[in-house]
Each structure stands twice: as C-alpha cells, then as structure tokens.
C-alpha cells in the first residue's frame, strides 16, 4: 500500500509540472492513436464521410457541418497522400488541444493548480470525449478544442486586455464557428453571461472587441457568405439534420426534445461529475462561503450565468424548432461545467488522502481507454454488423484492380458501409461519387481510366437492380440504355475474423461509355 501511495504521489508531482504533463498527454494520446490505426484498419463513419470531401477543395461540403475540418484533412492528404490516420491524426491532436486549453482556462478561473487539475481530469470521466469522441466523432472533437481554447482567450483577456488578446479570441471564435454550427451555443451565451460578472462587464464593453469580430468576420465570413447565397448552402439543407416527427404533435414533439436534452446532459458529463463529487465531496466550501484561494466571485458568477444561458438557449430552441431527437454530443456545449463545479471546492480542505484517490481513479479510467480499444479489436470482427472498422477494404480492392478496374469514376452505394470514402484510399487517382453525401460532387479532371459501380453484396444483393443506384450512374456518367455488363464479386474475411466475410458486388464499364474515361 506504501509502494501504491509514492507512485502516486510520484504521479501528482508529474501531472503538477506542465512540461512533464504535456509530455504524458502526448504520449498517451500516442499510445490511442497508434492503436487505433494498428487495430482498426477500416475508418468510421465520420472518418469516411471525411476521405470522401477531401476530394477537392471548397467552400463547403454538406449543409449541416462547416468545412473546417476536411480542410485541415485535405492539407495533411496533401503531404501525405490519402489515408484514415490523417483524419485520426486531427481528431487525436484536436483532443490534445482541448485537454492543455482546458487545463490552463481552468487555471485562470480558479487560480490554483489543484482544483484546476481536478477539473481537466474530472473531464477524462466523460464518456464521450474519453471513448466516442477518440473512437467516432471527428467535427465534434474539433468543436471542444474550440470550446476550450475560446474559454482560455477569453480569460486571457480578463488579465490584460490587450488588442492582441481580442484578436486571439477572434481567432479561435472562427475556429469555432467553421468546425460545427452548435459552437454558437457556446460563445453567445458566454458572451451574454460576461455582461452579468462586473468583473468582464467592462472589457466586453470595450471598443477593442471590434478586433474580435474582425478577424472572426474576415475569416469564417467567406463561408457563411457562401452558405447563405449559395444553392449548394443553406437552400440544399436537409430537415433530417434536425429530426422532428411530422406525425406527432407539438406537444409530443417538444416533451421528447427537452427530454433528450436532460438526457444529453447528464449523459456527456457522466460518469466524471458523480466519480469526482463522490471524491471531494466533503472539500466543498461551506455555503455562501468565497472561494479561498480561487477565482473571484466573477468567475464563479460567469460560469453560473454561462449555464444558465445556455440551458436556456437549448429549451427556447427545442420550443422554436420542434427538434425532438437530441443527440448527446450534441450537449458538448457544457464542456465548462466541471471548471464551474470545482468553484465550489476549498483547496485547503482537500487532503493529500483524496487528492491521491482522485488522481487515482481518473488514471484507470484514462487507461480504460487503449485497453477497450485492444479488447474490442479482439471481440468485435467477431460480433459488429456493419463492422466498418474491420471491413476488409485492401483485400476487396486488390480483387477490383484484378478484374480490370485500375482508376477512373467510382459510383458507390454506401449503404450500409460508407465504401466511397474508404475506397479512396486504395484508388487515391479515381473520383468517388456518392448519393448519400450529394450536393457536393468532386471535380472531373481525372486520369484516363474506367468506371466502377460498387456495392455491398454482403446479404446477396444485386444492387445493379437498384434504381437508385442505377439513376445515381447515369446522372454521373451520362450512361445511355441499352447497356450491357458483367456483374462482378469481390469477397473477404473481416480483419480479425476465423471466418466471417464482407462481399461486394461491382460492375466495370470501360472507357468508351458515356464518361467513362
């Protein structure tokens, strides 16, 4: 018991030097990155929607996510050609970004190193950010960056308000703004809840908060230009992206909204909140008692208004919208929250007893994380059903460029895999068209090569009966009847698998058809 006690005290010391804890959070951040790619050789939904718009560069790419995100990945495709661990290498370091931002807003609000470490780790107890974002969510895991470093600019500014610092904060407001449209539910309220801390009253008022606005105008206003004027924008947005039910009323519609949103909250902030209360919970100041030691009441203040208004923003927006399936990660918004609880904590009543035990427990969580990614690379090609980690896609591939089909124009079916943006990767010179992912279609200059229409034949399927499939392919291609073919299969075990396989069904059109080239 000793021997565990000067470990983690040796631990504490570590994670109470920034140096030495940035050198932690990168190599374990390392660590579930190397075994990311290592384990899951296929990419995720999110992943592959990503390697799909990295085709070209544009204004944007779907109308309910802002394009930041496949520009940082086209940018990496550009030194290091088409492959999943560029988007994984900007998901991973987007989350390493958050955890050093959070740390050092918290820092500012709470003005001690304990209490502002209680916070950052109490965040690892999240299970979205901890497991689904690291697994699953790309655009959302840029989003929490941006919450946090905008959170550290801001409290940068409240120490010196420099015209330097305004443009700082303008900066990662556009960061913001340009990685997912619910960025605004962070920064208006948080502006809004400036006005009620005197404290950040006075600098929000100030005329140098025009250096804010501009850099944020000049650099993500080209695209909400574009989204609002373009047909391609705001005209082309699909109302699934916020899904009501027509058939029910609004009552009915507004009770599950608000439910899912109680239900999101409490989700994004479990189990961390209840692990670290269980923990310090007797180092909480007395009632109505100062922080000792922390922030001023302002910032306490500013925390509590900031939820507020954004508990508000989300009530009056379910009202307005009637959006009744609220998503969970959607309730990222309340990343502040854990830095707003330790307000209430009294560094000089936490013990050096508890503080181990906290820093304990919030270390196996964070390593529950490469060890669920191990076991689940072991279990899962044996269990999924869609099974896009371990869909054999090299394999698959290496039988397509067998039957003739080298590079040209893919049409893909992505149902229920997303094959176009995974097939890039083993036809990085080909175009790749989707009609899950329409208005945006990748340009035309292309290398001289065929066309290949593919889809999942897993359940025996020929797809090629498929109407939609069909009109996705003459529309694209300018294919006129009659036209004869070949249908063609490609079949493999899953990567991890004894037994179970994944096949696809294709047919090669050659050069001299339509656009096929």
Not at 113 to 129: E, S
Not at 197 to 209: C, E, L, Q, T, Y
């Amino acid at each position: 018991m000793t021997k565990l006690v000067n470990v983690i005290d040796a631990w504490v010391r570590i994670l109470g030097e920034n140096r030495l804890a940035l050198i932690v959070l990168a190599v374990y951040l390392g660590v579930i990155f190397t075994l990311r790619v290592a384990l899951f050789p296929g990419a995720s939904e999110d992943d592959a929607e990503q390697l799909y718009y990295a085709q070209s560069w544009a204004w944007g790419y779907k109308a309910n996510q802002p394009p930041l995100y496949t520009w940082m990945v086209m940018a990496l495709q550009s030194f290091f050609g088409v492959q999943a661990a560029s988007v994984v290498a900007i998901k991973y370091s987007a989350l390493g970004a958050m955890y050093v931002f959070y740390y050092l807003a918290a820092l500012r609000l709470l003005s001690d190193r304990r209490a502002a470490l209680v916070a950052t780790l109490a965040v690892l107890g999240f299970y979205y950010i901890a497991w689904d974002m690291a697994v699953n969510y790309s655009n959302t895991a840029l989003l929490a960056a941006a919450i946090a470093g905008s959170l550290w600019a801001f409290m940068r500014i409240h120490e010196r308000p420099t015209i330097a610092r305004y443009a700082v904060f303008g900066l990662f407001v556009a960061a913001g703004l340009l990685a997912k449209f619910n960025y605004a539910l962070f920064v208006l309220p948080l502006l809004m809840s400036a006005l009620f801390a005197p404290g950040h009253r006075d600098w929000m008022v100030s005329w140098k908060i025009f250096a804010t606005v501009f850099v944020a105008v000049a650099l993500a206003g080209p695209y909400y230009f574009w989204f609002f004027g373009s047909a391609d924008g705001l005209a082309s947005a699909n109302v699934n992206s916020l899904p009501t039910d027509a058939t029910s009323t609004y009552l009915a519609d507004i009770t599950k909204g608000l439910w899912g949103v109680f239900r999101g909250g409490v989700s994004i902030l479990m189990p961390g909140l209840i692990i670290a209360a269980a923990i310090l919970w007797p180092a909480r100041s007395s009632a109505g008692q100062a922080p000792r030691q922390l922030g001023a009441h302002d910032n306490r203040r500013l925390l509590g208004a900031y939820i507020i208004c954004v508990i508000v923003a989300l009530i009056l927006g379910v009202g307005v919208s009637r959006v009744s399936a609220i998503q969970a990660h959607w309730m990222i918004v309340l990343l502040p929250v854990p830095i707003f609880a330790a307000t209430w904590l009294d560094p000089a009543r936490i013990s050096a007893g508890r503080f181990r035990a906290f820093v304990g427990v919030f270390t196996v969580l964070a390593l529950c994380v490469p060890l669920g990614l191990a076991v689940r690379a072991g279990v899962a090609p044996e269990t999924c059903k869609k099974c896009n980690f371990f869909f054999p896609h090299s394999a698959l591939s290496r039988q397509i460029e067998a039957a003739g089909f080298q590079r040209g124009t893919i049409i893909a079916m992505d149902y229920p895999n997303i094959l176009s943006g995974n097939l890039r990767r083993y036809f990085p010179d080909s175009r790749v068209v989707s009609g899950r992912f329409l208005p945006y279609l990748a340009p035309t200059k292309i290398p001289p090569g065929k066309c290949l229409i593919i889809w999942n034949a897993t359940r025996g399927k020929d797809l090629m009966d498929s109407s939609r499939l069909w009109q996705l392919a003459k529309r694209h291609l300018r294919l006129a009847p009659p036209l004869s073919y070949r249908l063609n299969t490609a079949e493999a075990r899953i990567h991890g698998s004894a037994a179970r396989t994944k096949k696809l069904g294709f047919v090669i059109l050659e050069n001299n058809l339509g656009d096929c080239r």
